[in-house]
């Protein structure tokens, strides 16, 4: 491979490491509002939900194992984790981007937050499913 | 009571700017000038001091006027950019007293205080003195498209050029952003340009609005394309103090919020249009003939 193919295929790579772009600002800005105001909801229930008993009862290990068994309660965990991972891992993306104006800079924020958003998931869903004990009662 | 004193504050305030504009005295009629003194092209390091003058006043006094006194009579090597004198060319803008203004459109009197301070706009790389460099502003406002793109255009015929057409509503639609003089007040003002200088600012985006809603635009989608990125339009914070400081009324963050709803697709509303008065037949003499009918009934009565 001659110095001048190297140079263009190395180009090639950056140009494609620089030109992805998965979906445009205003995409993200409409998920940005979306999970934001469905997190407020799910939110407000998973807070209600502590005053079906005593608060300090609610919170007793035995009872907040019951909540996991119970399938519905699982699936309301798991979408506030998952509203609120996107909603505040953008709001994070979003002030990192504006410390530094740099194109490798814009491209590492977003490929660390994607990462970051995708390994708390997993791993907040691995909790509640263990926690569940793939009961449906 | 309290309408009373707020009388009394209003009497003595206009009292002390009656003194300073009529006095003759040279202690009540001037102003101490502070300004702000660099050359960043022969001294790089960014130092800088402020020298001060005192300058005679009189009522319609501006600050560009001060300026010019100050070198005229002090110190002839102050820096100042200025043309119009009548806030149209938009060249004299400058922070005067912590707030971005126009130097020609401020009078001393309206400021109250007898120490005046002139410093560059902020948000601009300085040049020398009071003169900031403006490239990567109108680089900003090149970027939006600041022209109008018609491919129906039938602009390589030119004999069979025609005009576009156009409502007054239409008109109404955009007018207000139109009148931007591309001062750089709102780009000073606004606290995103201060830390992302990849932000269009204010200016540019509201010409951005002022191209999008025109009706003889026909390609607004590559327009939305350019300040659809990560350091475009949604990087507005809408603090709201470009429209604060904006001399000609422009209001540059409701050109911002508009378009920012158009790419969102959640409104499509465009600017609240005042209704227009009905010019078809000559107000003066409909109000004449109003006018008679009132005497015609008084008489009767």
């Known amino acids: 491979m001659t110095s001048s193919n190297f140079k263009n295929n190395s180009n090639k790579r950056t140009r494609w490491f620089t030109n992805i772009t998965l979906l445009r600002e205003s995409q993200i800005t409409k998920i940005h509002y979306i999970t934001g105001i469905s997190a407020l909801f799910v939110v407000a229930i998973h807070i209600l939900m502590r005053l079906i008993m005593p608060f300090n009862m609610s919170l007793e290990f035995e009872n907040v194992i019951l909540n996991y068994k119970n399938i519905f309660y699982a699936l309301l965990l798991e979408s506030i984790l998952v509203l609120i991972a996107i909603h505040g891992f953008n709001g994070l993306r979003v002030i990192l981007l504006e410390i530094r104006q740099t194109l490798i800079w814009e491209r590492a924020v977003n490929i660390l937050v994607i990462v970051a958003m995708i390994g708390i998931i997993a791993y907040g869903t691995r909790t509640i499913i263990i926690a569940n004990g793939f009961s449906v009662g | ?301």
């Open chain 2, 1 to 301: 009571m309290k309408i009373f004193k707020k009388d009394k504050k209003r009497d003595i305030k206009n009292k002390e700017a009656i003194e300073i504009s009529n006095t003759t005295d040279n202690t009540k009629s001037s102003v101490k000038l502070r300004v702000f003194r660099i050359n960043a092209i022969q001294d790089p390091k960014d130092v800088h001091h402020f020298d001060e003058f005192q300058i005679p006043v009189k009522r319609w006094t501006t600050v560009l006027d001060a300026l010019l006194d100050a070198k005229s009579y002090h110190d002839s090597s102050i820096a100042i950019r200025y043309s119009c004198r009548m806030a149209s060319c938009g060249s004299c803008g400058m922070k005067i007293n912590g707030i971005p203004r126009l130097a020609c459109y401020t009078k001393i009197s309206e400021l109250a205080t007898n120490t005046i301070t002139c410093e560059p706009l902020p948000n601009f790389p300085y040049i020398r003195d009071l003169v900031t460099d403006f490239s990567q502003f109108i680089n900003h406002h090149r970027s939006v498209m600041p022209y109008i793109q018609n491919k129906k255009a039938d602009i390589p015929d030119v004999n069979e050029l025609t005009e576009y057409e156009q409502t007054p509503e239409d008109l109404d639609k955009f007018l207000q952003f139109s009148y931007c003089i591309k001062c750089g007040l709102c780009y000073s003002a606004c606290p995103t340009v201060a830390t992302d200088l990849k932000f269009p600012g204010p200016q540019a985006l509201s010409q951005a609005y002022r191209y999008f809603a025109d009706s003889r635009d026909t390609d607004k989608s590559n327009r939305l394309k350019v300040i659809d990125t990560s350091h475009g339009i949604s990087r507005c914070h809408f603090a709201g103090s470009c429209s604060n400081v904006c001399p000609k009324g422009v209001d540059p963050a409701l050109g911002i919020q508009l378009l920012r709803s158009h790419l969102l697709g959640f409104s499509n509303s465009e600017k609240k249009i005042a209704k227009l008065q009905d010019r078809s037949s000559n107000p003066y003499t409909a109000e004449e003939g109003e006018g008679d009918t009132e005497k015609n009934e008084n008489n009767d009565k």
